[in-house]
Every structure is written in structure tokens, then in C-alpha cells.
């Protein structure tokens, strides 16, 4: 495991970057604070007080402070990679959040987040004019915003469809740029479309579409962060078929087109203002 540490202070904002696999032991840790993290690359299992998810790119991981944990990575050979938000006692109070939503485990890829998220990595990469822990912060107050009604499952499945779906996910991943249907994915499973989608909603929490529109959100916000390209060249290396409708799908998410998301990360007040007051919107 390798650990750096970005920033100190009330939000202490760490990169971790893992390399450990199938036959790397698991070892019982330890919260120190209450955090929230976003996984970046990779996929590993978390499991805590009795539940376990399956965490992929654009998942979220929240903990809370002093709760024991276990990471597996029964099913990818490393490169785990996350950015994660460690709040105070008296930050993580003031955000006035039930207990359960600090201790809801795993989520899978919420758009409203991975956009928050690449926002954060790019910020933590110096690629644009945001401070790593405002952009933190910003991560964590949509999550609380979002957490009522967004408590996922534990995990109930199988460790070979386990293995299928987090492989899916990778290959999804890859591939997102792509012309991808849900025939075409299933088949590089090996399954039928009707099995392929119940096995892997069960175990990522979303559907294959749902993990792919996603993915190329992340792609498009970790561009716009960072990025002077056209946004239409943006968005065609993303994998949207067309500007308008990443222009929508984005907008739908962020509370932003991706125009003002752009220039929020790169410091203009009027669209930094915008982009905080959806941070703490809670949805109807």
C-alpha cells in the first residue's frame, strides 16, 4: 500500500494506491476518523459490521470513525487506487448527519458524485484552480445530500459472479469510449443479456448502462477539470454519440453544463457559487 498524504487540517485528504491481489492476506482494520472515499481505478470488496460490497471506479466508500473494516481483492491483481476525505469529529459534526449515513459502507457509481470525484482527483493533480480539500468537501456534503434513500443492500451473491461482474466492470471501463450494447457485454461474459444484467446489478448496485454512462461522465469531468480541449472533443473521446446529449446527460448531474463546470474548476466565482449550492441540494 502506498499512502500520501495531500492535506491536514479538519479535512485531511490522503491518496491511496494499492497493489495487493487475490493471494495478498486480509488484515482487520481500523477507521481513525470518519471518511468518505472515492474510488478512483480498480476494484476491491469492503466488508464492515456484517455487510459487504463490491467497490469499482466511481464507487463511493464512507466510514466512521472506529469501526473495524476488511478489504479483499479476491477478484483483480491490483492497481486499487482511491482518494479519500478524513473529517474531523467537529467537521464530520457539523455537517449534522444521522449516524447511518456515515456508516452506509459502499455505493456504487452515483453520477452526482463521480463528477464531484474527478473534480477532487483533478484538484489533488494540480490540473485546475481548486483546493483538493474544497473540492472534498464538496464530495462530501452532495453525498449526505443524496444519502436519504440511497442505502445500498448488502452484497448477496456468489464469488464466481462476483468475479464476472467486477471483470465486466473493468472491461467496461476500457472500453467505454466504445459503441457498447448490453448483447456485446454480456456475450464478453460469457452469459445470456437476461442473466448478465440481473448478475451484475446484484453485485455493482447499478445497471451495465447505467456503469457505462458513468464511466464516461468520469472521463468527461477528469477532462473538463483539467483539459482545454473543445467540449465536443471532450465528449466524443468520452464515448457520447453526440455533444447534445452529453450536454444534457451532464447537466442533469452536476447542476452544471459542462461550459460552466469548467469554468467553476478554473476559479470563476458566479459558477464556484452555483456549483456549492448544488452540492448541498437534496433531491425530490
Request: glycine share 8%; charged share 25%.
Amino acid at each position: 500500500m502506498h499512502v500520501s498524504p495531500l492535506h491536514h487540517g479538519a479535512l485531511s485528504v490522503i491518496d491511496f494506491r494499492c497493489q495487493a491481489g487475490p493471494h495478498t492476506p486480509a488484515q482487520v482494520e481500523h477507521h481513525d476518523f470518519t471518511s468518505v472515499s472515492y474510488v478512483r481505478r480498480g476494484s476491491f470488496g469492503y466488508r464492515a459490521r456484517g455487510e459487504e460490497f463490491e467497490l469499482v471506479a466511481g464507487s463511493v466508500l464512507v466510514g466512521h470513525a472506529g469501526d473495524e473494516f476488511l478489504c479483499t481483492h479476491a477478484h483483480h491483481h491490483g492497481g486499487d487506487e482511491c482518494l479519500s476525505f478524513k473529517l474531523a469529529p467537529e467537521l464530520a459534526d457539523s455537517f449534522g448527519a444521522k449516524l447511518q449515513h456515515w456508516r452506509a459502507g459502499g455505493l456504487p457509481p452515483l453520477p452526482e458524485l463521480v463528477v464531484l470525484g474527478e473534480l477532487a482527483q483533478a484538484a489533488a493533480d494540480g490540473a485546475n484552480d481548486f483546493g483538493v480539500d474544497e473540492a472534498g468537501l464538496l464530495l462530501v456534503a452532495r453525498y449526505l445530500a443524496l444519502a436519504d434513500g440511497k442505502r445500498r443492500t448488502t452484497l448477496q451473491a456468489h464469488a464466481r459472479d462476483r468475479h464476472r461482474a467486477i471483470e465486466s466492470a473493468l472491461w467496461l471501463d476500457e472500453h467505454a469510449h466504445e459503441d457498447i450494447d448490453l448483447e456485446t457485454t454480456a456475450a464478453q461474459a460469457g452469459l445470456s443479456p437476461w442473466h448478465f444484467l440481473r448478475m451484475f446489478a446484484r453485485v455493482v448496485g447499478v445497471t451495465p448502462h447505467q456503469y457505462l454512462l458513468r464511466a464516461r461522465l468520469r472521463r468527461a469531468a477528469r477532462m473538463l477539470a483539467s483539459d482545454e480541449r473543445p467540449v465536443t472533443d471532450i465528449a466524443l473521446e468520452a464515448g457520447f454519440a453526440d455533444l447534445s446529449n452529453f450536454v444534457r446527460s451532464f447537466h442533469r448531474v452536476a447542476g452544471l453544463p459542462p461550459r460552466h463546470f469548467r469554468h467553476a474548476a478554473c476559479g470563476d466565482r458566479e459558477r464556484i457559487a452555483a456549483l456549492v449550492a448544488q452540492a448541498g441540494r437534496r433531491r425530490h
